[in-house]
Protein backbone atom coordinates (compact mmCIF):
# COMPACT_ATOMS: atom_id res chain seq x y z
CA UNK A 1 0.00 0.00 0.00
CA UNK A 2 1.14 3.48 -1.19
CA UNK A 3 1.69 6.12 1.87
CA UNK A 4 3.04 9.66 0.95
CA UNK A 5 3.44 11.27 4.73
CA UNK A 6 4.02 15.07 4.98
CA UNK A 7 5.41 17.42 7.60
CA UNK A 8 6.98 20.69 7.91
CA UNK A 9 3.90 23.13 7.59
CA UNK A 10 4.03 26.31 9.69
CA UNK A 11 2.99 29.84 10.10
CA UNK A 12 6.05 32.06 8.82
CA UNK A 13 6.33 35.69 8.42
CA UNK A 14 7.31 37.31 4.64
CA UNK A 15 10.95 36.48 3.88
CA UNK A 16 11.22 33.62 5.90
CA UNK A 17 12.00 30.08 4.98
CA UNK A 18 10.31 26.55 5.44
CA UNK A 19 11.41 23.08 4.66
CA UNK A 20 8.35 20.53 3.81
CA UNK A 21 9.35 16.80 3.89
CA UNK A 22 7.53 13.59 2.51
CA UNK A 23 8.19 10.27 2.98
CA UNK A 24 7.10 8.00 0.74
CA UNK A 25 6.45 3.85 0.63
CA UNK A 26 4.80 1.51 -1.14
CA UNK A 27 6.60 1.34 -4.48
CA UNK A 28 9.50 2.39 -6.34
CA UNK A 29 8.80 6.61 -7.65
CA UNK A 30 10.04 7.51 -10.53
CA UNK A 31 9.01 11.36 -10.38
CA UNK A 32 8.31 13.40 -6.73
CA UNK A 33 7.15 16.75 -6.03
CA UNK A 34 5.01 18.96 -4.74
CA UNK A 35 1.95 20.71 -5.44
CA UNK A 36 -0.13 23.82 -3.64
CA UNK A 37 -3.51 25.12 -3.78
CA UNK A 38 -4.74 28.50 -2.30
CA UNK A 39 -8.13 29.42 -1.25
CA UNK A 40 -10.47 29.57 -4.05
CA UNK A 41 -7.99 28.66 -6.69
CA UNK A 42 -6.55 25.81 -8.53
CA UNK A 43 -4.08 23.08 -7.45
CA UNK A 44 -0.67 24.37 -8.82
CA UNK A 45 3.07 22.74 -9.22
CA UNK A 46 5.65 24.28 -7.08
CA UNK A 47 8.15 21.44 -7.64
CA UNK A 48 8.90 18.26 -8.93
CA UNK A 49 11.93 15.77 -9.57
CA UNK A 50 13.40 12.60 -11.24
CA UNK A 51 15.02 9.78 -10.09
CA UNK A 52 17.44 10.81 -11.56
CA UNK A 53 17.89 14.28 -10.55
CA UNK A 54 15.75 16.44 -13.34
CA UNK A 55 13.93 19.16 -11.46
CA UNK A 56 10.91 21.50 -12.95
CA UNK A 57 9.80 24.39 -10.80
CA UNK A 58 6.47 26.47 -11.41
CA UNK A 59 7.36 30.06 -12.60
CA UNK A 60 6.07 31.31 -9.22
CA UNK A 61 8.57 29.64 -6.94
CA UNK A 62 11.74 29.65 -9.50
CA UNK A 63 14.77 31.03 -7.61
CA UNK A 64 12.97 31.03 -4.62
CA UNK A 65 12.32 27.16 -3.68
CA UNK A 66 14.73 24.36 -4.36
CA UNK A 67 13.54 20.37 -4.35
CA UNK A 68 15.75 17.60 -3.04
CA UNK A 69 15.25 13.69 -2.55
CA UNK A 70 16.50 10.92 -1.65
CA UNK A 71 15.66 7.66 -3.45
CA UNK A 72 17.59 5.18 -0.93
CA UNK A 73 14.87 6.72 1.70
CA UNK A 74 11.86 7.58 -0.74
CA UNK A 75 11.55 11.11 0.55
CA UNK A 76 11.36 14.26 -1.19
CA UNK A 77 12.34 18.02 0.57
CA UNK A 78 10.89 21.45 -0.95
CA UNK A 79 12.97 23.97 0.68
CA UNK A 80 11.00 27.22 0.42
CA UNK A 81 12.69 30.67 0.75
CA UNK A 82 12.15 34.56 0.53
CA UNK A 83 8.43 33.54 1.37
CA UNK A 84 5.60 35.81 0.56
CA UNK A 85 2.00 35.90 1.38
CA UNK A 86 0.86 34.53 -2.37
CA UNK A 87 2.81 31.69 -1.09
CA UNK A 88 0.02 30.50 1.38
CA UNK A 89 -1.44 27.51 0.74
CA UNK A 90 -1.82 23.54 1.19
CA UNK A 91 1.53 22.02 -0.12
CA UNK A 92 0.69 18.57 -1.23
CA UNK A 93 3.17 15.41 -2.09
CA UNK A 94 2.63 14.00 -4.89
CA UNK A 95 4.71 10.70 -6.23
CA UNK A 96 4.10 9.15 -9.68
CA UNK A 97 5.39 5.09 -9.37
CA UNK A 98 6.80 2.72 -11.98
CA UNK A 99 3.18 2.20 -13.04
CA UNK A 100 2.47 5.46 -13.99
CA UNK A 101 0.01 5.41 -11.10
CA UNK A 102 -0.15 8.78 -9.30
CA UNK A 103 -0.18 9.28 -5.16
CA UNK A 104 -1.25 12.73 -3.20
CA UNK A 105 -0.23 12.98 0.05
CA UNK A 106 -2.90 14.63 2.39
CA UNK A 107 -1.57 18.24 2.60
CA UNK A 108 0.48 20.71 4.28
CA UNK A 109 -0.68 23.98 5.70
CA UNK A 110 1.74 27.19 4.81
CA UNK A 111 0.45 30.43 6.21
CA UNK A 112 3.24 33.44 5.45
CA UNK A 113 2.15 36.87 7.25
CA UNK A 114 2.33 39.97 5.79
Known amino acids: QVQLVESGGDLVQAGGSLRLSCKASGSIFTIMGWFRQAPGKQRELAATITRGGSTNYGDSVKGRFSIFRDNAKNTVTLQLNSLKPEDTAVYYC??????????WGQGTQVTVSS
Open 94 to 103: HAQDWRSQSY
